[in-house]
Each structure stands twice: as C-alpha cells, then as structure tokens.
C-alpha cells in the first residue's frame, strides 16, 4: 500500500499522450493516470470493477473514462461507476513543474 | 344517484375527437362526464404513422396515441367498435349501434335501422369528428376480395396480410396517399403500378415540372407510373383480381388493387339529425354547428367554404372548440388555416406550401434546379411573404420555411438563403426567437410554449422527453432539430438520451445534419467538432463514432487525434478480456503460403500466444499477445493488419473456384484477393465482412455475406448486398449483375461508399439495405438515379488511395509511448515528502 501522506513521483506528464491514459504499478497497485486534453490529470484505479477491465486503455472525455471492455463509465471526481454500486478508488494527484506527483 | 356534472358526448374518435377532449381536460379537468363512439374497436392512433406501418418500419403498437389505459385514467367513457347513427336533438340522446363483423368502419349506409342492441348517451354537449372515408371514383368491380382501401390500422393489415400471397399491385390514385401506399407495396416484393387521371403526380400540390420530376424519382425505386389514365373496370377471375381496364381500351394485369383517390368527409350522423351540411357539416368561427349545443371539427367539417384533408388545422380547431365549450374564452375564433404538405415517402424528399403556381404578374419566382440529383427548388413571393414553395429532392431548411409561411414572416432580401443559408452560416430564424404560439411539431400541432414549459416546468432535457411530455418530434420528426435548439436556448444544453436519432449520442445534430455541419464549418478533427457544435464538451462515448466519421468525410485533411480511438484503434489490435490483444494478419482470399505459415508460426512460438485459431473468415488469429510485443511480432510477421479489431472491412472469403473445383463458373479467389487488396481497411459505420463464390453452390457462404459476389454461367457475377449470419440471419438482397471483376469492384466500391456516408454509426448493411430498401439502392447505385455515382467513385477511390497499413507503426509509432504497458514506479521517488 501507498504509505500515509506519501507522495509518489510518476515522471513527467508527457509520457502520456494527450487525451489519453497510462498505467502505474505503484506498490504492487495499478492505478491509471489521464491527462484530459484541457491539461488536467486523473489518476483512479486501473481495475474495472465489473470483470477486470484495463482501464488506462478507455476513451475519456466530460470527466469520465469509458472502460474498453464492456463500456460501463466511471467519473474522475467521484470515482462513481455507471451502474449502480460499481466504484472505482480515485487518487489525489497533482502536476508540479511538468511532473506528476500522486498523493495519498 | 344524482349526476351533476355535464355531459359531453363526442362522436369519432379519431384525431380530432381524442385531440378535443385532451385540450378540454387540460382546461377544465373533471368538469364533465365524457363518452365517446369510435367506429374503429381501438384506442386513437396516430394515423399519419399508417404509411409507416404499411412500408414496415413501424410495428402498429407504436403508434397508438391514446391507449384504453388512457381513457380509463381520465374517466372517458368510450363505445370502441360502436358507430352513432343519430343524434335525437329532441330527447337529447346520441344513439350508436355495433359496426357489424367484416363491416368497414367508415362504410357508407344511410340505411342504418337497427332492430337492437341500441347504444344511447344522453348529452349536454355532442361534438362530432368523424373524419372522412376514402372516395372510391366511378369504376366497376370495386368491392371484390383484393380490392382495397387506405385508411385504418386495420386496412393496413389487410393489405399487408393480402400482398403475400400477391406478384402485382395496382395504386389507383397518383396523390399524396396513393404514392406514400405505393411505395409501402413496394416493402412487400410486388411490382406495384400507380395509375393516375390527372396529366401528372400530386396535382394538387406540384407544378409541371415538379410533377415530372417526382414521376423520374418514383420510377427510379422502381414504381411504374401511368398518368393521364382512368381505371373503368377491375376484373376478376375465380374469386382474385386479374387485371384493370382502363377508359382508353387498354388493359393492366394486377393481383390487388388499392384506391386511394381522394376523401369524403363523413356526414351521416348530421344528415340523420338534420343539422345542416353542405359538403362537409357546416360549423361558424366557434367551431359551432346549426345546433347550438352540437360542435363539430376535423376533416369532416366545413369552416367558411372550407375542407381541410391534413392534421395541421385541427390543432387551432381544438383549441379554439376547448375554449368555447370550456367557456374558457366563449369569444374564441378560428379564422381557417394554411396548409404545408410534406410526402413521407422513404427516399423522397417533398415539402409543398401555399400555391404551386405564380397567382399575379407581380408574384416572385426564384427557382433552383439541379436535375442531375432530381433537385428541384420554387419558391412564389408575395409582398416579401411566401405565397407558395416547392422543395423536391431535397428539404435541407424546409421546417424553417414552413415555420416563415405559417407565421406570415418577412423574408431576407438574399432570397438564395432561403434554399442554402446564408454565407455565415446563420441560422435565418432563431427559433427562440418565434412568437410563443408559433407551431413547431406540424404532425402533432405543438407550439413553442409548450415545449418551452415542458423543457423548463416539467424537466424535459431531451428531444424524447419532451417528446414523451408534448408529442412533439413524434410524427414525421423533421421538427426535432428544433426542438433541440430550443432545449438548448433554454438550458444551454441538450441532455444525451440513447432512444434519439443523433449519430453521435453527445451531438444533437442527424448524420446529414452533423455532416453537412463538418464539411461547411471544415471540421477535420474529434476535438473541433466538440468545440465547435457540443460547445467543447467532450462526450467520451461520441469520440469514436465521430473518428471514423470524420475519416470518412475528409480521407486525406483528416487531422487523427488518437485520444478519440477507442483502445483497438490506438494499437490495431483486438483487446481480450485479460486485457491482451489478438493480432491477425491479412490473408488475401483466404490463400497463403508455406513461408508465411512458417513465420506464423515462429512469431506464435517467439510470443508465446495463447492459442493460435483458424478464424472464421479464412484467416489465422493468434490470441494473448502483450501490448508491448504488438510493434515487434508484426515486424517478425511481415504482413499487413487484417484488420479484425476495427469497424471497417475486414476480409473478403473466398471459395477454391475455377482454380481446382470441378463447378467452378468463375476465378473467386482472384476476385477475392482484388477485393481485398482494393478496400482493405476501408473504416465505415460498422464492419463489413465479404465472400466470392466461384458458383452458386455458395461454398463460402456469400449470399449472407455484408457483400458477397458469386458467379454464374456465362461469366457474369451477381453482387449481393446486406446479407447477415450472425446474430440476425438475412440473404442479401441482389444489386446487380455485372461481366467482369473490374465491374464488381466498381458497384462493390459505390455501395461501401454510400454506406459509409448514408448509414447510421453502428448500422450493419443489412440493417441499412432494409431500411433504404433495395429498389432504392438498385436506382441510386446501378441507374443513377441522383446522379451521384460519378461522385461515389472518386471518393471510394480516395479512401482507397489514402489506406495505410497501420501495423507500419511498428516502425514508426503514430506517438511516444503508443505501445507501452504498465509503468513499474519504484519506491525510490517517494522520497521528497519530507523535502
Ligand atoms: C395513410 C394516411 C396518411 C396520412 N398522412 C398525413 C400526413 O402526413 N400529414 C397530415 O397532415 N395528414 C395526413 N393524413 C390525414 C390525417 O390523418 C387526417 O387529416 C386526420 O386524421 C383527420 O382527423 P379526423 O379526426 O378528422 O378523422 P379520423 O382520424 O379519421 O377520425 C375519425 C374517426 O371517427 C370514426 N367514425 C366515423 N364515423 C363515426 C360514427 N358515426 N360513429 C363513431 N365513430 C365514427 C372513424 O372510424 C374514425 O376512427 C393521412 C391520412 C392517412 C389515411
Ligand atoms: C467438389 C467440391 C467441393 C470440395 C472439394 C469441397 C471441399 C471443402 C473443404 C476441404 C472444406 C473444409 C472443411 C474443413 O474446414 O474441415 C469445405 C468446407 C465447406 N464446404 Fe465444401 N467442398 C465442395 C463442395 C461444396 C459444396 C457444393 C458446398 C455447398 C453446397 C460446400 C459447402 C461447404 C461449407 C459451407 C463449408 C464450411 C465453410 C467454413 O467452414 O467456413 N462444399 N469444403
Ligand atoms: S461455390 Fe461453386 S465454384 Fe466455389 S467451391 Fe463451391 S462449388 Fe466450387
Ligand atoms: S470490465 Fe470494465 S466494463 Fe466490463
């Protein structure tokens, strides 16, 4: 697990392609950051809660990811699925100086 | 117990009749006992929609407007199936009797004295709707089994159940009606046959040379025309109809026939009561008959020397007939309406208002014709007003000239932006703009206010839901547009519902309406269109359909923003469900080699792939491939994407043809590789799987094929397309029979393309062959009819040109980090927190 009030440096933001996403292994956990084309980054976990989906791989968009494998969306903010009582874990993250940085 | 409520007993419960009482129970709920005498045993429907209940793209049930349920809710009492024969004004009662088994509802019998089983409703109030019946002109054997008219659910069934059985159909009457049952015919394979009187089609409405033109564009769907012809005599033989003769001694043979030759407004019940009628019953400014108490509107009405045939008057009738018997507002008046008329005939684009022909010296006349695509355009100008206008083949801003005419506007002085918009592109007239009591839904006579209270009072955030709350969009759908500009001038937005027509969910615009916007704005990226018209809101789930929508638009300026790909798209390969990718070359024709087998073969080993599977179409898929390893087992493969991943063609199967197979008629493989050296990766609104049969034993498969191509003897090929053998199972429809490979790659090329501009996002072309019909596609593409053919070539020939294979990516990746996994983040970097 991510240790308490740690911060986590990814690298440089440009390593994700605009409108896209990507995945990171921190600590033996899979969390997909995305970079929304007006700037902003996201970072939920990688893990489609309904059967596993990468989601790193979906098509983003109005501050949500659409999961590549079965379609149900999830929101940055909130982490909310979709369907009802599908919910993804959502990380606090930030850019300083063109690098990410996920806190928790 | 006593009753104290008043009693309003309506007679006819079609449009009119359920249209007045719902504009009562809005005013007044409750205030009176309502019962109603329907000849037809059902709730109202919506009977515009019969058109396309007989041309088969609605199911009847859908269009039902006021079901049993509703008039159990609001307490109606309705006599369904139950025709009024009297209204005895002296003891006050209506009387009805059944409408006997096999009897049409609308029949005529004045005869009407029935022993028993009398109905009475005593009355306050009677308002009579009993629209019209179909006019039959004067000809002999009418009434035989297989002769028909067009006016109820039920003779759509009729005709529908009888045209089975049926090669040939006869259409006696060449109007709006006649034409609209002709075409729905055509839905049923028989060859139909519209014989009109007049000199040409839709006389009522069209000029000369509109009128021709509509003849060319119906002929080309494959209807047979014959004007200036008077059916005298329709045989029978044996019980069945076996041809027409006509008042100049020639003759047509036909299995059915239907009359559709105008209207005749109902007026027994009125007759019988002696209130008066002259050709229609006879009502004042109030919506009053001779009889104080007795009220009548609809088509069976006469209002100042006036028959109306169209849903569009009834609306005002309504309201106006509500506030007077309501005493709402008793002073109300309905002054007589003007009249728009729009043929809903698939594949015809009409809209006619006002006068066909110039009245005086001083009217305006603009005229725009185009008559290669069957573009006809007339507009008559009176004191700067529409006076009349004809739109044919195309009605781009048709709701907005309906809209200036019914309003009586003021046009701009640039009369061409009347046809194409102005050079800015602006909008002529802001819809928010209009009057409150302007009407938006003509099908269903909704005006702006109440679509603005359902938007803003009852939440109503998309063109259904509104829809659902007002009936608006509900009838010919050509308002939506407008609907939806004013959700927008009302809330800023308009909300997505999946149950909409838009091509994308998160754009508001119809595929012609979203591409005619592209191409003019020169939309050439995802991120444009959203900034542009969903005001920079990015819809995730639009992104990929408007991808491969814009690729089709713009073939070589498309600028691909790789955001919107969905994951397949990005990496050209199928995603799995534990989140690897299936990788499959191209194998042309289903024919390798031993040397590419062996390279298969090592890059299945060096990846250690999961499975290798024969796919079913003809090829090889390796299965469990790392996201990492896709650059560099295409490099090892030494072949081209096949494709398997993406909405585009994907592989065109063959069998062994003349090459070893002892039926062979035709070489399919080398057809087979042709095609799919030729069209490979074409993206398009779904994919397209294709086969070449060598003969018509079919081996693979080609007649349920999206496009299938098989040969037959003397060295011709049959194309045929919207064929399915998934999920829905379809023989594709015959396009055409041509001579040579290099004809079927042409009329395969034309059809990918007008699939790829015409079809909905996600619509197989089996779905799409039905819904534009196969004589339409035979006119369109084969005898081009709209004279685009030309254009469908060169731009199939540009998407060809512009095909790249995706998997040189490997060697060029289309941007950094395209192929890479999971990023491993060592524990080293958690190092600053205390910094
Ligand atoms: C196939 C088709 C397509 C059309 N398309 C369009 C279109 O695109 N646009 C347009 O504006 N208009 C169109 N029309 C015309 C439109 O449907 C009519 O103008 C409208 O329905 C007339 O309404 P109404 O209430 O006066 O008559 P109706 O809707 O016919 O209602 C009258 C009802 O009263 C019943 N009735 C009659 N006599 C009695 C009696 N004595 N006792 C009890 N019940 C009785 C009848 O059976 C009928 O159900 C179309 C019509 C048809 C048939
Ligand atoms: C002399 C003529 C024919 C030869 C040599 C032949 C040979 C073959 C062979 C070798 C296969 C592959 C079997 C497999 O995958 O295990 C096959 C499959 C098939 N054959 Fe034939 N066949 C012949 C005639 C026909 C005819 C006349 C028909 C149809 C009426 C037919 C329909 C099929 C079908 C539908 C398949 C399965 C296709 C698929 O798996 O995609 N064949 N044939
Ligand atoms: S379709 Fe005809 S030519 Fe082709 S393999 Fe089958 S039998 Fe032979
Ligand atoms: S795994 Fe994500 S939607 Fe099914």
């Known amino acids: 697990m991510i240790g308490q009030n740690s911060k986590v440096l990814l690298g440089p933001v440009d390593q994700i392609p605009v409108g896209q996403g990507r995945c990171f292994v921190v600590h033996g956990r899979e969390i997909a950051v995305f970079r929304s084309r007006s700037g902003t980054i996201f970072a939920v976990e990688n893990h489609c809660p309904h059967r596993g989906g990468p989601l790193s791989e979906g098509v983003i968009g109005d501050g949500k990811v659409v999961c590549p494998l079965h379609g149900h969306k999830f929101d940055f903010q909130t982490g909310q699925g979709s369907e009802a009582g599908e919910c993804v874990a959502v990380f606090k993250i930030r850019q300083e100086q063109g690098q990410i940085i996920l806190e928790k | 117990m006593k009753n104290f409520k008043q009693k309003l007993v309506v007679i006819g419960n079609g449009t009119a009749g359920a249209r007045v009482v719902e504009e009562i129970l809005k005013r007044v709920p409750g205030r009176f006992d309502i019962s109603m005498f329907g ?71 004045d005869d009407i004295l029935p022993k028993s089983d009398i109905v009475e409703e005593s009355y306050d109030h009677v308002i009579i709707a009993t629209g019209s019946r179909p006019f039959v002109p004067p000809m002999e054997g009418f009434g035989a089994p297989g002769t028909f008219l067009f006016r109820t659910i039920d003779d759509c069934s009729a005709i529908a159940q009888y045209a089975r059985d049926c090669r040939k159909a006869a259409v006696i009457g060449g109007g709006l009606l006649g034409l609209e049952a002709a075409r729905g015919l055509l839905t049923h394979n028989v060859e139909v046959t519209v014989i009109e009187a007049a000199a040409q089609l839709m006389a009522a409405q069209l000029d000369q040379e509109s009128g021709q033109l509509l003849r060319r564009t119906m002929e080309s769907m494959g209807l047979r025309v014959l004007t ?37 407004p109902i007026t027994e019940v009125a007759q019988n009561s002696r209130i008066a009628v002259n050709k229609g019953i006879v009502c004042d400014d109030q919506m009053r008959t001779s009889d104080a108490d007795i009220f009548v509107l609809g088509e069976c009405a006469e209002h100042r020397g006036k028959l109306y045939g169209l ?17 709402k507002n008793p002073q109300a008046t309905y002054t007589g309406s003007k009249t728009g008329t729009k043929l809903k005939v698939m594949g015809v684009e009409l809209l006619s208002l006002g006068e066909k022909e110039q009245g005086q010296p001083s009217d305006e006349v603009v005229t725009y014709r185009e008559p290669n695509r069957a573009i006809y355009k007339k507009l008559i100008i009176r004191d700067d007003r529409i006076y009349g206008a004809i739109l044919l083949g195309d009605t781009q801003g048709g709701d907005l000239l309906m809209q200036m005419f019914l309003n009586e506007e003021r046009l701009p002085s640039k009369r061409s932006e009347l046809f194409f ?56 759908g050509s308002c939506r547009g407008l609907i939806a500009q004013l959700i927008e001038s009302c809330l800023g937005e308009v909300t997505y519902d999946p149950s909409e027509h838009f091509y994308v969910p998160g754009i508001p615009l119809e595929k ?10 020169g939309l050439k990226s995802v991120s444009a269109v959203f900034q542009e018209l969903a005001g920079g809101k990015e819809d995730p789930d639009s992104k990929v359909g408007l991808a491969s929508l814009l690729k089709t638009i713009w073939p070589k300026e498309y ?16 995603i799995q469900k534990d989140g690897t990718f299936s990788v499959v070359p191209r194998i042309y024709g289903g024919v390798t080699s031993p040397e590419e087998l062996m390279r298969i073969a090592q890059a299945a080993m060096k990846y ?51 090459d070893f197979c002892r039926y062979g008629v035709g070489d399919s493989i080398a057809l087979a590789q042709k095609i799919e050296r030729r069209f490979q990766g074409i993206e398009s609104p779904h994919k397209m799987k294709l086969a070449t049969a060598g003969c018509p034993r079919n081996c693979s498969e080609a007649y349920v094929k999206d ?37 079927v790659l042409k009329y395969i090329g034309r059809f990918i393309q007008y699939y790829r501009e015409h079809a909905k996002y996600l619509e197989r072309t089996y779905g799409f062959a039905e819904r534009i019909g196969i004589e339409i596609l035979k006119g369109i593409l084969v005898q081009d009819s709209l004279g685009i053919c030309a254009q469908l070539d060169e731009r199939i020939a540009e998407a060809v040109e512009a095909y790249r294979d995706p998997w040189q990516e490997a060697e060029f990746p289309a941007y950094p980090h395209q192929f890479e996994g999971p990023r491993l983040i060592e524990v080293l970097h958690e190092a600053e927190n205390n910094g």
């Open chain 2, 39 to 109: 000849a037809e045993p059902y709730g109202n429907y919506n009977r515009i929609l019969l058109s396309n209940v007989l041309n088969q793209t609605q199911e009847p049930q859908e269009i039902f407007l006021n079901p049993l349920s509703w008039y159990k809710e609001n307490s109606i009492h309705l006599h369904a199936g139950i025709k009024a024969f009297k209204i005895d004004r002296e003891r006050r009662v209506v009387l009805g009797v059944n409408v006997p088994q096999g009897q049409l509802p609308y029949a005529h019998n």
């Open chain 2, 228 to 264: 200036g012809t008077k059916t005298a005599k329709i045989h029978s033989r044996d019980g069945q109809i076996s041809s027409l003769s006509f008042a100049d001694g020639t003759t047509l043979e036909t299995d059915m026939v239907i009359v559709s030759a105008g209207i005749r």
């Open chain 2, 311 to 327: 849903v569009d008057p009834i609306w005002e009738q309504a309201r106006v007939l509500a506030d007077v018997i309501t005493e």
């Open chain 2, 421 to 476: 918009g102005s050079v800015k592109n602006a909008i002529l007239i802001n819809v928010a703009d209009l009057p409150d009591n302007a009407q938006i839904c003509n099908c269903n006579g909704v005006c702006k206010k109440e679509i603005t209270d359902a938007i803003l009072d009852a939440n109503c955030k998309t063109v259904a839901a509104v829809g659902k709350k007002t009936k608006a969009g509900k009838g010919c």
């Open chain 2, 512 to 521: 012609s309406q979203l591409v005619a916007e592209v191409k003019s704005r």
């Open chain 2, 559 to 574: 600028v691909d923003e790789r955001d919107a790909r969905f994951i397949n798209d990005r990496v050209h390969a199928n």
């Open chain 2, 608 to 658: 250690k792939v999961k499975m290798v599977k024969i796919t079913g179409g003809q090829r090889i898929d390796l299965l469990g491939v790392r996201k990492e390893d896709l650059p560099s087992i295409w490099k090892d493969l030494g072949m081209p994407s096949g494709h398997a991943y993406t909405k585009a063609f994907r592989t065109c199967k063959s069998c062994v043809g003349t």
């Open chain 2, 707 to 743: 496009i299938g191509a098989v040969a037959i003897e003397g060295g011709q090929w049959e194309i045929y397309v919207g064929g399915a053998a998934g999920s829905s199972v379809r023989k594709g429809d015959l396009l055409c029979t041509v001579n040579s490979h290099d004809d």
